[in-house]
């Protein structure tokens, strides 16, 4: 069974950092593409980043420069750092994970979300 669970959400200040987490058990981590992707209500979930295997990465244009996605075989873990927030980051975050190991196309397995919320 695949499971991915997301951790690290929360209240921050505008300018302020957060980490989020996702664990992932069920599948070959390694051999998966693992994203982030993000949605507001009324709003499709949209991209913030993903991470091949071989730790090639893509970025969504509005995050570039301030978010930082990794990845641990060992542990099963992706990492988002999400530093010089805005509002406009507020959202749900989710964590997906993509079996053909491609940049390019979406996500077979969700999490259920965390939310973070970037408000003073």
């Known amino acids: 069974q695949v499971r991915l669970v997301e951790s690290g959400g929360g209240l921050v200040q505008p300018g302020g950092s957060l980490r989020l987490s996702c664990a992932a058990s069920?599948?070959?981590?390694?051999?998966?593409?693992m994203g982030w992707y993000r949605q507001v209500p009324g709003k499709q979930r949209e991209l913030v980043g993903k991470i091949t295997g071989g730790g090639s990465t893509r970025y969504a244009d509005s995050v570039k420069g301030r978010f930082t996605i990794s990845r641990d075989t060992a542990k099963k873990t992706m990492y988002l750092q999400m530093n010089s927030l805005k509002p406009e980051d507020t959202a749900v975050y989710y964590c997906?994970?993509?079996?053909?190991?491609?940049?390019?196309?979406?996500?077979?397995?969700w999490g259920q979300g965390t939310q973070v919320t970037v408000s003073s």
């Open positions: 997906g994970a993509d079996p053909t190991g491609s940049l390019w196309s979406a996500p077979r397995y």
């Open positions: 069920g599948i070959i981590f390694s051999s998966n593409t």
